[in-house]
């Protein structure tokens, strides 16, 4: 059965750090793209990063040069380590897998495998 399990969501200060993890059971995440996605409340799901096989790494403008997606192919685990946080980082945050290849974040329909989501507070 495959299955994505996301977790490290906190509440943390503005200019904090937090680290998601991503687990993968049922597949080897080597063979799939992941993403992360991020939804806050009466918003859009929307793309944050995403890694491709080879583990080139896109990112979207907001979140450029403050969160960092890796992976960790021995523990089939994807990682986002999140730097600088901002209150408009706040949002339930999701990975997801697919197997299409692409240089570029995709959206969300691009993606057939998702987790249950953790939730990022950034609040003083």
């Known amino acids: 059965q495959v299955q994505l399990v996301e977790s490290g969501g906190n509440l943390v200060q503005p200019g904090g750090s937090l680290k998601l993890s991503c687990a993968a059971s049922g597949f080897n995440l080597d063979e799939y793209t992941i993403a992360w996605f991020r939804q806050a409340p009466g918003k859009e799901r929307e793309g944050v990063s995403s890694?491709?096989?080879?583990?080139?790494?896109y990112y979207a403008d907001s979140v450029k040069d403050r969160f960092t997606i890796s992976r960790d192919n021995a523990k089939n685990t994807v990682y986002l380590q999140m730097n600088s946080l901002k209150p408009e980082d706040t949002a339930v945050y999701y990975c997801a897998a697919t197997w299409g290849r692409f240089n570029y974040l995709a959206s969300v329909q691009a993606y057939r495998y998702w987790g249950q989501g953790t939730q990022v507070t950034v609040s003083s």
């Open positions: 890694i491709s096989r080879r583990s080139g790494s």
